[in-house]
């Protein structure tokens, strides 16, 4: 069965610290896609990033960083110098191959950035 | 930059009334979706939708769920008769493709007294 797990409920930095959230995730499936969302105190969903599950490169957007594993069905996010408006839940999803394409979140990891 | 709109931002309802949330998707969008999110906890989908129908449903999408897409622009989510459990933030998302981003909406957060 699918699922995504993010055991990290909350972390708390002082700004410039570099954090990662964890995400492992389960799919029977070979093909797959994954996902992080922000969820800001305004609650909002924001995306920042897809990855195909045949992509196994990391990527790297600013401050942000993302380090795929398939070996360990990790799908990790890092947040380098980390800004009080980073402060957020984050949330990593699955969605699997055709015909679904629903999102399966994780349970979110809370970040709080103190300045 | 097109975005995702729903209204009302906030419903009040009493336990076993009837209410419509309503989505804009972006225009050129072809697949639809609701999520919604208790309080405090994980996003959960309720409901694809492609091409005038449901494509898939999760089980919390009993008889009481349904979605219509009325015109070219409106998306809604009708709760027949709403329960407690019901009260939560539900939101509205589209995408252009499957697998892509899907972007969601601001939501609507349902309080059912």
């Known amino acids: 069965a699918q699922k995504v797990t993010q055991a990290q409920t909350e972390i708390s930095v002082v700004e410039k610290e570099d954090v990662t959230l964890d995400c492992v995730y389960e799919t029977r499936d070979t093909t797959y896609y994954l996902f992080w969302y922000k969820q800001p105190p305004s609650g909002e969903l924001v995306f920042l990033i897809r990855?195909?599950?045949?992509?196994?490169q990391n990527e790297i957007s600013g401050r942000y960083s993302w380090n795929f594993q398939k070996s360990t069905s990790s799908f990790n996010f890092t947040i380098t110098a980390s800004q009080v408006v980073d402060s957020a839940v984050y949330f990593c999803?699955?969605?699997?191959?055709?015909?679904?394409?629903?999102?399966?979140f994780g349970t979110g990891t809370r970040l709080q950035v103190f300045p | 930059e097109p975005e995702v709109t729903q209204t009302p931002s906030h419903q009040v309802t009493q336990m076993g009334q009837e209410v419509i949330l309503r989505c804009v998707p972006i225009?050129?969008?072809?697949?639809f979706y609701w999520y919604r999110q208790i309080l405090g906890q994980k996003v959960e989908f309720l409901v694809s939708?492609?091409?005038?129908?449901?494509?898939?449903k999760s089980e919390i999408f009993d008889d009481q769920f349904s979605v219509e897409r009325p015109d070219g622009s409106n998306f809604t989510l009708k709760i027949r008769s709403t329960k407690l459990e019901d009260s939560a933030m539900y939101f509205c998302?589209?995408?252009?493709?499957?697998?892509?981003?899907?972007?969601f909406g601001p939501g609507t957060r349902l309080t059912v007294l």
């Open positions: 939708f492609y091409n005038n129908e449901i494509s898939e």
């Open positions: 990855r195909n599950s045949f992509d196994e």
């Open positions: 999803a699955l969605s699997e191959a055709p015909p679904s394409d629903k999102l399966i």
């Open positions: 998302a589209s995408e252009d493709e499957p697998y892509n981003e899907q972007f």
């Open positions: 225009s050129n969008h072809l697949y």
